[in-house]
């Protein structure tokens, strides 16, 4: 068990819908990753919050969005859902920064039908 | 920019023979490498680290990998494979690239099978 908790673990929701997936770090951890894997995209970045502000920014589409609340848990928003928003979506959390390990949560399987 | 090449997509090994998962890195920073592995519907476990220290680092499980230089490879190795190694295993670079942050820059990830 990493410590990290992402909830819910399964989720199918229809198109152009909008789902929250949630994630509360390991205790201590003040920054929180969000990672989509898919088939054909393997492992993307898609954003980081550091102690409740955006650190960073990878591949993170304009339908999506994130924060990071004062409890140091975060959401990820995925709004006007396509098919090829099916993935599998992972939150990390590490100390401060990733030049240690991050460690990740079993991640919640997106279904969009 | 830093990128990570993992050279096999799949891997295939008798139980009891050796592993051996290549990775090759470029960045333009002292990086900071680690091995997760992820296996069926599960998340990712950090398999090792290494970051500025021993060359040689030992894992979980048995596990170990070198970091060379000179050769950008990060190969992670095991002597003697078991069932339960079956699963996928990704090579992850983090270094600064630049900017203030670090940045974790997975690899495509190798399938290991592992036949009886």
């Known amino acids: 068990d990493s410590g990290v908790t992402q909830t819910p673990k399964h989720l199918i929701t229809a198109t152009g819908q909008r789902v929250t997936l949630r994630c509360s770090p390991r205790?201590?951890?003040?920054?929180v990753y969000w990672y989509q894997q898919s088939l054909d995209q393997g492992l993307q970045f898609l954003i980081q919050y550091y102690n409740g502000e955006e650190r960073a920014k990878g591949n993170i589409l304009e339908r999506f969005s994130a924060q990071q609340f004062p409890d140091l848990h975060s959401e990820l928003n995925l709004s006007s859902l396509e098919l090829g928003d099916s993935a599998l979506y992972f939150c990390?959390?590490?100390?401060?920064?990733?030049?240690?390990?991050?460690?990740f949560g079993q991640g919640t399987r997106l279904t969009v039908v | 920019a830093q990128s990570v090449t993992q050279l096999d997509s799949h891997v295939s090994v008798s139980e009891g023979t050796p592993v051996l998962l290549r990775c090759n890195y470029s960045s333009s920073y002292s990086p900071s490498l680690f091995w997760y592995v992820q296996h069926p519907n599960k998340g990712l476990q950090l398999l090792l680290k290494y970051t500025s220290a021993a060359t040689l680092v030992k894992g979980i499980n048995g596990f170990e990998a070198e970091f060379k230089k000179s050769e950008t490879s990060f190969h992670l190795t095991k002597p003697s494979a078991h069932m339960s190694d079956a699963a996928e295993y990704f090579c992850v670079v983090s270094d600064r690239s630049g900017g203030s942050n670090y940045k974790l820059t997975f690899g495509k990830g190798t399938l290991l099978t592992v036949n009886p």
């Open positions: 990390a959390s590490s100390v401060r920064d990733v030049n240690t390990e991050a460690f």
């Open positions: 205790s201590g951890d003040l920054s």
